[in-house]
């Protein structure tokens, strides 16, 4: 791999930065001073320093984002605040984005990579990937709202979702709920809801596949997956 690629890869910065940095000669492998870009390393093998701090390669990054309500889900918008902008400047170099969306106002489990392949596989219609939500709804919801969602709802445009579980946590004049989907279209949950005369006042996303959100984790908070995590999003 090209020494540039490597050390960008690795999140020390830009190819830009990268080539700053080799031309004022902070980087070495095994070693010796390097300040050519194109030289080409062994990732797993060489010993690489910039600044005389190791670097391991890493290709990919995997980040758990306990998203709060207010910013939005993309890389980038010139009006809101992203969730991209949550992050440290370490982690931004590498380039991640959301698996998915969660809505302005939704908070909770939120993904965020570089690896297109996963994020792929996670939001394939075919995969059927389950996403279980925390929701209050105004109105009381009842076993015939969780019979609708069992057998698919459908929507003022006309789509019918596929089949949903709903449970009742709490039921009142704001009922608490718990709903698994395995589809993501837009504003789903809110007009599933609309579909059978109720409303979302609050909504959180708990789990994405098989893994659960860090309830150590505060709104706005995140960390890296563990190696074990990573293995979980894979199976999911």
């Given at each position: 791999m090209r020494l540039d690629k490597f050390l960008a890869n690795a999140g020390v910065g830009s190819r830009k930065e990268v080539k700053a940095l080799l031309k004022k000669r902070c980087v070495t492998v095994n070693?010796?001073?390097?300040?050519?870009?194109?030289?080409?390393?062994?990732?797993?093998n060489d010993s690489i320093t910039v600044n005389g701090n190791p670097i391991h390669y890493q290709k990919y990054t995997y980040i758990m984002l306990h998203k709060p309500s207010g910013v939005i889900s993309a890389t980038e918008d010139k009006q809101d605040k992203t969730v991209i902008e949550l992050l440290s400047h370490d982690?931004?170099?590498?380039?991640?984005?959301?698996?998915?969306?969660?809505?302005?106002?939704?908070e909770g489990l939120l993904i965020l990579t570089n690896d297109g392949q996963l994020a792929h596989e996670l939001l394939s219609p075919k995969k059927h990937v389950t996403k279980t939500y925390f929701a209050k709804i105004k109105g009381e919801v009842t076993e015939a709202d969780c019979m609708a969602f069992a057998n698919g709802v459908t929507l003022e445009d006309g789509y019918r979702t596929k089949p949903a579980t709903l449970r009742i946590l709490k039921q009142g004049a704001q009922s608490e709920v718990e709903i698994m989907i395995t589809e993501g279209k837009y504003h789903q949950i809110k007009r599933m809801f609309r579909a059978v005369d109720k409303q979302v006042a609050y909504l959180k996303r708990t789990t994405m596949g098989k893994l659960h959100l860090d309830k150590a984790l505060k709104k706005g908070e995140y960390r890296q997956l563990r190696v074990e995590e990573v293995k979980l999003l894979q199976d999911s």
């Open positions: 070693g010796q001073l390097v300040k050519d870009s194109s030289v080409h390393v062994d990732e797993m982690l931004q170099k590498f380039k991640p984005f959301p698996v998915g969306r969660l809505d302005k106002d939704t």
